[in-house]
């Protein structure tokens, strides 16, 4: 469906064998795809670079996120140095990026691997290899994000409107 070509999923996978079939399976469902083999790449890509190797970078995730916005990311759990459950807490404690859907996937098949990730607010866990129909089940957390996105940058420009009218009145800017 050509209307999913806007969406665009940041894919994190250590196997490069995995991440050419979940960049291929999103592909022919028409979203645009990002692949990094690490979390620390998927970070630097969002913006989100660890305070003591990047300093006062850290402090701007704005500008780097709006350069790439990402309306899901899909991350494989088991990865060397920073697992995809170290990647799902730091989006969900950024003021920025919390909001992003963040779908897990692994070939191991362990319940309290699976249901800390959907407590700490994964919204599915996949389990490998995935599958075209997987790719369906990810659709309704994309869409929601789309119509949150668009509700929040109505609020955002109501909230323009009304300070600039306000502004007059106070003498502030």
Same mark, same amino acid.
């Given at each position: ?29 028409? =979203? ?12 630097? %890509?969002? +913006? ?12 701007? #995730? ?14 494989? =759990? ?5 697992? +995809? =459950?170290? %990647? ?22 362990? #319940? ?30 994309? %869409? ?30």
């Amino acid at each position: 469906m050509a209307v999913d070509a806007h969406f665009h999923v940041l894919a994190v996978d250590d196997s490069i064998t995995d991440r050419m079939l979940i960049e291929r399976l999103l592909r022919t469902s028409s =979203y645009q795809v990002t692949t990094v083999d690490s979390v620390v790449k998927a970070l630097e %890509l969002l +913006g989100l670079q660890e305070h003591e190797e990047r300093g006062s970078e850290s402090a701007c #995730p704005d500008r780097r996120h709006q350069e790439m916005e990402v309306n899901l990311i899909i991350t494989d =759990y088991c990865m060397p140095g920073m697992t +995809g =459950y170290d %990647l799902l807490r730091k989006i969900k404690e950024s003021e920025n990026l919390k909001d992003i859907p963040v779908v897990i996937m692994s070939s191991e098949n362990v #319940p309290s691997r699976i249901n800390r990730c959907l407590e700490e607010g994964a919204e599915e866990f996949l389990l490998k290899p995935v599958q075209l129909s997987d790719v369906d089940k990810i659709k309704p957390h994309l %869409l929601k994000t789309k119509a949150s996105k668009d509700q929040q940058s109505q609020d955002a420009y109501a909230n323009t409107s009304r300070k600039n009218a306000s502004s007059d009145d106070s003498g502030t800017s």
